[in-house]
Every structure is written in structure tokens, then in C-alpha cells.
């Protein structure tokens, strides 16, 4: 894919302006990793190319998730004016339901303004439409919930996706990664290069990298047969597999298998698998709106009752305490 091939980058504007719509309890690294780059590569190349702007639902301040607060410096009606608007999410992206702001954005769309999410930023650019026939991938936490809510859309588990004029990140530093690849399909990779080492990155990540460290670096596992079988259980939360067919997996028997798991988690293997799919159950009651039943089944338990108990011994509450009422559509 070209530079043209980007509504983003055709304009007849001397420099991008992009913009940033905060949503309450937004990721503020998330939003400083997608922004500072802008302002090292005007630096560095000596050049105004790139100019940002700030918005926010309402046109009030607008808190981060550590409290740090921004004040908007452009509209969300005059957002047409920009060349790309990236909608910066994170805390709950599913409860947030403001009918205005998802009518607007589905306005813009309709112009020649490229949108985009950050973090959980493409929950909100769903909930509003625009992410259909689109790739796309927002945080890791989200993800499942996301599925949930939008089974038909194309969710990828990459680091960032750039689609024609969809433009969404995983968040974190990801997007870091991300603005090399916009800067370098605008200004040429040497200013990439440029901007990146400026903020020490001394790798560059593929968009397509996972978007998540793989369960056995993460949990500090570096048996490959366990590291497979954490993957495995990881992917089967919904139809857990057996400790005969985790064995199998790794070529081990289950009494192997149980030794591996007690050396390097301190837990058998069907406990590290309930406590992986309690943890899923968990994000999906706070950020969906499926019955515990549904929540019950989704994450492989036998009946609601049966996850309540298991559920309120791992967690000191009953699911139902998760639920958050959920932020109702404004007019």
C-alpha cells in the first residue's frame, strides 16, 4: 500500500492536522504515544509537517484514566477540518453510548476525513458503524467483549491495522509502531527512523505482531511443552480441554503435565485453567451486557449456579456485584 492510498495523506494543506477525541478515562500513554512522534518529526525535520488537535465529547476538560485533564481545542462539529480524527479510548470503551457523539462521528465518516481508534477507541468507532467491511484491532482487554457485541466485524489480535481510511491501534506504545509507518509512508523512512530512535525504540514492530506478550513469557514459563499448553488453554476458554488432551498436547502424560504445572505455577493444570477463565468471565460482566448465564456458558462452565459459587470463591462476590450500570444514550 502506497502513501495515496490513504485519504489521510492526500491533502492540499502544507501539514497534516490530526486530531484527538478524548473519552473520559482515555489511556494517556496511549494518547502521548500517538502524538509525541508528531512533534519529533517537526523537530527533526525542522518542518511544521504535522499539526494536533484536541476534542472531547462535549467541549469540556477532559480527565485521563490517572487524572491528568486536557482541554479540548477544537469542536467535534468542526472536526471535518482535519485530515485524520483518532478517537482515544480506554477504561470501559463498551458502556459509552452517547448518541451525539456517535451520530457525529457517523457524519464525518461520510466526508473525506480518515478515522480512526486507539486503544479502546475502535469499540466507540463500532458502536457508531464505521468499522463494517473494515479490519481492525483495539487493546487486548477488549477483545473479547468486543466479539461479543460485534461477532461480524473483521477484529484482528495484530498491533495496529491501516484499512484505506480506517486507522486503528492496540494502544499501549503500540502506536509508537504505528505513527513510524504513518510517518514513513508521508515523510520517508530515514525521519521515521529518525523519530523512532529519538524515543529509544530500538526495534520496530510489525503491525501484524501479537498484541499481547504469548502466556508462557508473561506468566515467566520457559518449558516449551508447558508454554503450548498455556497457549492452548488460553485459546479454549469456552470448551476448556481436558488434562488428558493438554497432555497429549505437549506429548507428556497427565502426571507430567500435573509435575510441569506444580514446578513452574504452583498450581495444577485445571486450576490455572479455572483461574483463566474466571478472569475472561470477569472482563465480559463488566463490559457487556450478557446474563451471568451467558457469561456462565461463554467461558466454559456447566450452569450459572456452578460459576456463581466458583466465581464468589475466587473473587469474595457473586458476578452480579461486576455489573456497572451502564452509561445511557443522550440525545
Known amino acids: 500500500m502506497t502513501a495515496s492510498d490513504i485519504p489521510l495523506l492526500v491533502h492540499d494543506s502544507p501539514a497534516t492536522t ?84 456517535l451520530t457525529r462521528l457517523r457524519r464525518l465518516s461520510q466526508s473525506k476525513l480518515a478515522i480512526g481508534g486507539i486503544s479502546g477507541g475502535a469499540y466507540i468507532l463500532a458502536r457508531a458503524g464505521l468499522l463494517r467491511g473494515y479490519r481492525c484491532t483495539l487493546h487486548w482487554e477488549h477483545a473479547e467483549s468486543f466479539r461479543e457485541d460485534f461477532p461480524d466485524l473483521d477484529l484482528r489480535r495484530s498491533r495496529y491495522e491501516i484499512d484505506r481510511d480506517r486507522v486503528t491501534c492496540s494502544g499501549g506504545t503500540a502506536p509508537l509502531d504505528l505513527l513510524h509507518e504513518l510517518i514513513a509512508r508521508q515523510h520517508g523512512a530515514a525521519l521515521a527512523r529518525r523519530v523512532s530512535d529519538w524515543f529509544l525504540q530500538t526495534e520496530i514492530r510489525a503491525s501484524t505482531g501479537p498484541d499481547r506478550m504469548a502466556p508462557g513469557p508473561r506468566l515467566g514459563v520457559g518449558n516449551p511443552a508447558l508454554q503450548k499448553v498455556l497457549a492452548a488453554i488460553e485459546a479454549q476458554t469456552d470448551a476448556p480441554l481436558s488434562p488428558r488432551e493438554l497432555a497429549a498436547l505437549a506429548g507428556l502424560s497427565v502426571r507430567q503435565l500435573e509435575r510441569l504445572f506444580r514446578t513452574h505455577l504452583g498450581v495444577a493444570p485445571r486450576t490455572h485453567d479455572r483461574h483463566v477463565r474466571l478472569d475472561r468471565a470477569r472482563l465480559l460482566l463488566r463490559q457487556t451486557s450478557l446474563s451471568v448465564l451467558e457469561v456462565a456458558v461463554a467461558c466454559g462452565f456447566t450452569s450459572a449456579s456452578h460459576f456463581s459459587r ?22
Do not use: C
Not at 31 to 42: C, I, M, T, V
Not at 76 to 97: I, K, M, Q, Y
Not at 310 to 331: L, N, Q, S
Open 310 to 331: 466458583i466465581y464468589r470463591a475466587a473473587f469474595g462476590h457473586p458476578p452480579m456485584r461486576e455489573r456497572k450500570p451502564v452509561t445511557p444514550d443522550i440525545a
Open 18 to 101: 490530526i486530531g484527538y477525541l478524548l473519552i473520559p478515562n482515555f489511556s494517556l500513554l496511549s494518547y502521548a504515544s500517538a502524538s509525541e512522534p508528531l512533534r519529533a518529526a517537526n523537530t527533526l525535520s525542522g518542518q511544521p509537517l504535522y499539526r494536533w488537535r484536541h476534542l472531547s465529547p462535549d467541549g469540556a476538560a477532559v480527565a485521563a484514566s490517572n487524572g491528568v485533564t486536557i482541554t479540548p481545542d477544537l469542536r467535534l462539529e468542526d472536526a471535518a477540518t482535519l485530515n485524520l480524527l483518532f478517537v482515544v479510548a480506554g477504561g470501559n470503551p463498551a458502556a459509552f453510548r452517547d448518541r451525539a457523539t
